[in-house]
């Protein structure tokens, strides 16, 4: 008998077992970019010019527009595109994941060769690129703060299915109130407290009654749904001063909105989009690098874990759904006040459901959130965009483009995230 | 400190688990707590630790009572515990596990302070040599570093009373007497430690006092120098022996062929890893191993629960792999699954249900599309007779039945069909001695009546005393296959990955 105890771990090491390397990823990337590449790309008249727009009347640096012809910057989107999926081929053969900017950066791509084949020999139209990223940020922000309340539910084991029921009761309550007090920046207030009520109903059956957390968001949004429905289509119409639409202002940030491009995509927004910074990072920080953080992560993952140490897990539960519920409100009231709208019926239109797949393409981080929330900000705003300089497109198909590259993104192209453990199971002693 | 109980009591519903239980752990000892599965020695403990209330008794540290609402109150009192399931998380590092819940923060934002936390790992695992890296990530550890790292998430909150449950059942031989090591070592530093067991081999290795629970009740105490019989029968109530009467097997012709079997799961890690291996007709083919090195995977490959990424089984001559369950089960496969409750039987069914699971839509029992009532009752209440399944009526709930009888109807339904190979996981995992006999007694019989046999166990004591080849798995490979007196050293370093050659 030669071997000795204290082999046995670097045996374990030497005979694990090596997992099977997982092209999927990569090759649909391929296939997606090469029919880009062959659309738009080839597709495009070779003679014709896109025309993009930079600066703005008010920039203090003025960048002069330029002219592209259409056919290379396609070819070249496109060919960044097929170039992603070889480093994602690269990754995988080395059995490795890529990073979140390997989606985003790709989509962006593939969506600018479209942009860019649709604004092609259109003389008399350009493709406003600033215009362009400053709504991408804006329409991203309801899903930013949908996909942090989902991340901090689901990062303590609580599905929250309903953040499309907060999202609506903080664009009711935001608009509600602020047409009361006259004041859009009281409805900023108001969102949240409406966000963190529905969320404390799905805490509530999620930990005391072990309710199917699905089953609960799901009617929950029905609920909410109802509610605001009813209320809009008899206290509000009945009675107009209730529902105004009151605007807030863009705040521009001395010195860093003059930035050119960068300027006035991030520095020249309202006071949620500067909220949302500061949540954003805070929440990051908080999440990964505070004590509150580490005990919310071993609470989805093992909660039993956290029990044994001396960490309430219910009551963690409670706390992060309710938290997440009024960061979903305050998101809500981008659809009101900041976006200078009265309430409608259904006006959140199923953003919350994008914000679910925005939370798990960025991986139940604060950050990728952000990062996955920006993509589709993005598609939306192309959207508006094409819809603008008349594309060959019909609208319809338009209108669909966000949720098309909703589901890509998170149908597993990106490879296949791993959510907490224990979430959806209620914690039961 | 001294840890005292007294007539700590805990009933669910009807059910007492413990029954006025006396216990007394000096420091500096180690008090080994021996019973069988089911005895309440894990409720016992739950409940000093604060994760059941009791409902008579009273828990006294140095003399004084003390009450715990929680597992925190129990930490902050000095008992710390090694749960039979590990309580870490799996994504975490082993300073992340052991920091949490009192984890120490710095700064003026107070973000964790993960030095002071590696420190302090790092600190623990000098002391007593457990070589862990405070930054490795828990699920790349191995069993028994997930282990350390439990003893030192409990030491790093100064623990003086430690409490090991089950710590044995998923470690290798080698890994074991390791273990065994560190709690002599935690004992001359000091502690008080407490070992939940039914295994009477480490209870003589270590334990200074013996306290022997039955049904939930102290049914005595003894010296380590008692011998394992003593034990054994102190533990079962009765005289026991450690032994199976078999004649030697007379293999026939192969009836399991297993050629290259890969099985490769949902996170891509490979399960399986190409198993090739025979077995004849008339012959037990023991396959040990620790839990989790693919044991599992190679079962349900074999009946087709999962579909093999690789490799195929043949059965006298037929491959089965690729083809549904049924089928596989019809052409004389029998199944005898590792989790009886989960997967052997439908709880809220009938016993007599239960027993024509597999041929429900087969005449006798079915014609047509109608169920046949009485041919089920008469089959049913013959097998509860054969099978001695103790049940007040065959109406009964399966899930109703005490683990050793539901694992007799298993066993009778699945023996009810002309085997030509019966695959048995953990069969007696949980039963009482008795029960343990019977099932060893009837798999026997259906060797001897020229079935291929293959039994899974994780006890070396049970794959010895049946086994007529032992065949040893790890990560996913058979390291070896071996005969029956092969010693066991030799089996708890294959156990360990070592090969047969390297361990003999």
């Keep these: 008998m030669t071997a000795t105890v204290a082999d046995a771990p670097a045996a374990a090491a030497s005979n694990a077992p090596i997992p099977p390397k997982k092209f999927g990823p990569a090759i649909a990337l391929g296939v997606i970019a090469l029919l880009s590449l062959v659309i738009f790309g080839l597709g495009t008249a070779s003679g014709a010019s896109t025309t993009f727009v930079i600066a703005r009347p008010t920039d203090f640096f003025k960048i002069p527009s330029f002219t592209l012809p259409s056919q290379l910057a396609a070819i070249l989107l496109s060919v960044v595109g097929l170039a992603l999926a070889g480093w994602t081929a690269y990754r995988a053969n080395q059995r490795r994941k890529v990073g979140l900017w390997v989606p985003v950066v790709y989509g962006m791509?593939?969506?600018?060769?479209?942009?860019?084949?649709?604004?092609?020999?259109?003389?008399?139209?350009?493709?406003?690129?600033?215009?362009?990223?400053?709504?991408?940020?804006?329409?991203?922000?309801?899903?930013?703060?949908?996909?942090?309340?989902?991340?901090?539910?689901?990062?303590?084991?609580?599905?929250?299915?309903?953040?499309?029921?907060?999202?609506?009761?903080?664009?009711?309550?935001?608009?509600?109130?602020?047409?009361?007090?006259?004041?859009?920046?009281?409805?900023?207030?108001?969102?949240?407290?409406?966000?963190?009520?529905?969320?404390?109903?799905?805490?509530?059956?999620?930990?005391?009654?072990?309710?199917?957390?699905i089953v609960v968001g799901v009617v929950l949004?029905?609920?909410?749904?109802?509610?605001?429905?009813?209320?809009?289509?008899?206290?509000?119409?009945?009675?107009?001063?209730?529902?105004?639409?009151?605007?807030?202002?863009?705040l521009a940030?001395?010195?860093?909105?003059?930035?050119?491009?960068?300027?006035?995509?991030?520095?020249?927004?309202?006071?949620?989009?500067?909220?949302?910074?500061?949540?954003?990072?805070?929440?990051?920080?908080?999440?990964?690098?505070?004590?509150?953080?580490?005990?919310?992560?071993?609470?989805?993952?093992?909660?039993?874990?956290?029990?044994?140490?001396?960490?309430?897990?219910?009551?963690?539960?409670?706390?992060?759904?309710?938290?997440?519920?009024?960061?979903?409100?305050?998101?809500?009231?981008?659809?009101?006040?900041?976006?200078?709208?009265?309430?409608?019926?259904?006006?959140?239109?199923?953003?919350?459901?994008?914000?679910?797949?925005?939370?798990?393409?960025?991986?139940?981080?604060?950050?990728?959130?952000?990062?996955?929330?920006?993509l589709f900000g993005f598609a939306d705003a192309l959207r508006a965009q094409l819809g603008a300089i008349g594309s060959p497109i019909p609208s319809q198909f338009l209108a669909m483009f966000p949720y098309i590259a909703t589901i890509f993104a998170v149908a597993g192209l990106v490879g296949h995230a791993r959510p907490p453990a224990s979430e959806g199971i209620p914690y039961k002693k | 400190m001294k840890l005292e109980l007294r007539g700590i009591t805990k009933r669910f519903g009807d059910f007492t688990a413990n029954d006025r239980i006396d216990l007394l752990v000096e420091p500096g000892t180690v008090h080994a707590l021996l019973g069988e599965n089911g005895?309440?020695?894990?409720?016992?403990?739950?409940?000093?630790?604060?994760l059941y209330d009791a409902d008579e008794g009273e828990v006294l540290l140095d003399d004084e009572p003390v009450v715990f609402a929680g597992p925190g109150d129990a930490m902050a009192a000095g008992i710390g515990m090694v749960h039979q399931h590990f309580m870490l998380v799996h994504p975490f590092t082993v300073a992340e596990n052991?920091?949490?819940?009192?984890?120490?923060?710095?700064?003026?934002?107070?973000?964790?302070?993960?030095?002071?936390?590696?420190?302090?790992?790092?600190?623990?695992?000098?002391?007593?040599?457990?070589?862990?890296?405070?930054?490795?990530?828990?699920?790349?550890?191995?069993?028994?570093?997930?282990?350390r790292v439990e003893i030192i998430k409990a030491l790093s909150r100064d623990a003086s009373v430690l409490i090991l449950d089950e710590p044995t059942a998923v470690l290798t031989p080698q890994e074991t007497d390791e273990l065994l090591g560190i709690v002599k070592d935690l004992r001359d530093a000091g502690t008080a430690v407490v070992l939940i067991t039914?295994?009477?081999?480490?209870?003589?290795?270590?334990?200074?006092?013996?306290?022997?629970?039955?049904?939930?009740?102290?049914?005595?105490?003894?010296?380590?120098?008692?011998?394992?019989?003593?034990?054994?029968?102190?533990?079962?109530?009765?005289?026991?022996?450690?032994?199976?009467d078999k004649e030697d097997a007379t293999p026939g012709d192969t009836m399991l062929a297993v050629d290259g079997l890969t099985v490769v799961d949902a996170a891509g890690i490979v399960q399986l890893d190409h198993v090739s291996f025979e077995v004849k007709a008339g012959e037990i083919l023991a396959i040990a191993g620790v839990q989790g090195n693919g044991q599992t995977e190679l079962t349900e490959a074999l009946i087709g629960v999962v579909s093999p990424d690789a490799g195929s089984a043949s059965l006298d001559g037929d491959v089965i792999t690729g083809r549904s369950i049924k089928d596989v089960l019809l052409s004389g496969i029998g199944f005898v699954p590792e989790d009886r409750t989960e997967d052997g039987i439908v709880a809220n069914m009938t016993i007599a249900n239960n027993l024509i699971l597999d041929l429900h839509d087969q005449e006798p029992y079915a014609k047509g599309f109608a169920l046949q009532p009485k041919v089920i009752a008469d089959e049913a209440r013959k097998h509860v007779e054969q099978f001695d399944v103790r049940a007040t009526s065959i109406e009964q709930t399966a899930g109703s039945l005490s683990g050793g009888n539901q694992q007799k109807v298993v066993l009778a339904r699945e023996l009810s069909r002309p085997l030509k190979l019966l695959i048995a996981s953990n069969p007696t995992r949980g039963l009482d001695v008795g029960s343990i006999e019977f099932v060893h007694k009837r798999i026997v019989a259906e060797r001897d009546a020229g079935a291929a046999v293959i039994i899974v166990s994780a006890e070396l004591d049970e794959v010895v005393a049946l086994a007529d080849r032992i065949a040893v798995m790890y990560h996913g490979r058979i390291v070896g296959i071996v005969a029956p007196d092969t010693d066991r050293d030799t089996l708890g370093l294959m156990m360990a990955g070592a090969h047969q050659e390297e361990a003999a």
């Design chain 1, 221 to 250: 949004n029905m609920l909410v749904l109802g509610l605001t429905s009813f209320f809009f289509s008899t206290v509000m119409t009945e009675n107009g001063d209730l529902n105004q639409p009151l605007g807030m202002p863009k």
């Design chain 2, 39 to 50: 005895a309440g020695k894990s409720t016992l403990m739950n409940v000093l630790f604060g």
């Design chain 1, 253 to 374: 940030i001395p010195l860093l909105s003059k930035i050119p491009v960068l300027g006035p995509v991030l520095f020249n927004q309202n006071l949620l989009v500067y909220i949302l910074y500061v949540v954003v990072a805070v929440l990051q920080i908080m999440l990964f690098r505070s004590r509150w953080g580490l005990r919310v992560r071993a609470v989805g993952e093992h909660p039993k874990a956290a029990d044994t140490v001396g960490i309430q897990v219910n009551r963690t539960r409670v706390r992060n759904t309710v938290l997440g519920g009024a960061i979903a409100g305050l998101g809500g009231a981008f659809f009101t006040v900041a976006s200078g709208l009265a309430f409608g019926k259904e006006m959140t239109a199923g953003k919350g459901y994008i914000a679910l797949a925005a939370m798990i393409l960025g991986r139940w981080s604060p950050r990728g959130a952000l990062a996955a929330a920006l």
């Design chain 2, 98 to 147: 052991v920091m949490l819940g009192h984890e120490d923060v710095r700064g003026p934002a107070k973000l964790l302070d993960l030095d002071a936390a590696r420190a302090k790992v790092r600190e623990i695992s000098d002391r007593f040599n457990f070589n862990v890296d405070p930054d490795a990530v828990i699920e790349d550890l191995p069993v028994g570093a997930q282990q």
């Design chain 1, 109 to 213: 791509a593939i969506m600018g060769a479209l942009l860019t084949w649709a604004g092609a020999g259109r003389d008399a139209t350009s493709i406003q690129l600033t215009g362009l990223l400053t709504s991408s940020l804006f329409l991203a922000v309801p899903l930013v703060f949908g996909a942090l309340a989902g991340t901090l539910c689901e990062r303590s084991g609580i599905i929250n299915i309903a953040i499309e029921g907060q999202l609506l009761a903080g664009a009711f309550l935001a608009a509600l109130v602020a047409s009361m007090v006259g004041n859009p920046y009281v409805g900023l207030i108001a969102a949240p407290i409406a966000g963190a009520l529905v969320g404390l109903v799905l805490a509530i059956f999620a930990t005391k009654y072990w309710v199917n957390q």
């Design chain 2, 198 to 244: 039914h295994k009477l081999r480490e209870v003589k290795a270590v334990a200074d006092t013996i306290t022997v629970i039955r049904r939930g009740k102290v049914v005595g105490t003894a010296e380590p120098s008692a011998t394992q019989e003593e034990l054994a029968s102190l533990m079962v109530g009765r005289a026991v022996s450690m032994r199976v």
